[in-house]
């Protein structure tokens, strides 16, 4: 018997980002099923399911779906990243900042994986390490206000205001309502 039909897929995969795009998230999961029934070694059916679990906060299964599509393709740094975002929002820290540190690994030019595994070393009560995390997120992506943001928090964590401030000067650029909470936070520190 020959190779599944990977064209099938591939047709469902794009249908079911419509859905997706259209809000219909049942549907676009349903579609990922029937992709991975057409051809269940594409890793990327198993990824989107596992995003579109994820965002339904179906956790377990979410895990389950993009650690198929790890051991099928170990270097999809994408899959790393949700994955670790699904053990972040499950209260596993620890677990998720290794699977983020995974994904840098694979893909080091993805500024939310960055950005994300600040905010796990922030959670694990390692605000100098989160800084680093979201300064990289900002190098790489100098527009992402939420590493702006998240890399001031994380200065001020460390009594940094000079620090705290250059990020809130940047941010103010990118969104200005984020910038002004930013500022009264600075303030109420004695920036």
């Known amino acids: 018997m020959g190779r599944p039909d990977a064209r099938t897929a591939d047709e469902l995969l794009q249908k079911a980002a419509l859905r ?13 099923e029937d992709a991975i029934r057409a051809d269940g070694g594409e890793p990327r059916a198993h990824y989107m399911r596992g995003s579109y679990l994820l965002r339904l906060g179906r956790h377990a299964e979410a895990r389950e779906s993009l ?31 290794a699977a983020f540190r995974r994904a840098i690994r694979h ?5 939310n994986a960055h950005l994300a595994l600040g905010n796990a070393l922030f959670a694990l009560g390692d605000p100098s390490g989160a800084a680093a995390s ?6 790489l992506e100098p527009a992402y206000a939420k590493a702006h943001e998240y890399a001031a928090d994380a200065y001020l964590a460390l009594g940094d205001l000079e620090m705290a401030r250059r990020h809130e000067a940047r941010l103010s650029a990118l969104d200005a309502a984020a910038a002004g909470a930013l500022r009264e936070r600075i303030g109420r520190l004695g920036g």
Do not use: M, T, W
């Open 20 to 32: 997706e795009a259209a809000g219909d998230l049942a549907g676009a999961i349903a579609l990922c």
């Open 67 to 97: 650690g198929k599509a790890i051991e099928i393709k170990p270097g999809y740094a994408e899959a790393h990243v949700n994955l670790g975002i699904a053990l972040f929002q499950d209260g596993r820290a620890s677990e998720a900042a």
């Open 107 to 111: 893909g080091p030019a993805l500024p």
């Open 134 to 139: 979201y300064e990289e997120a900002a190098r």
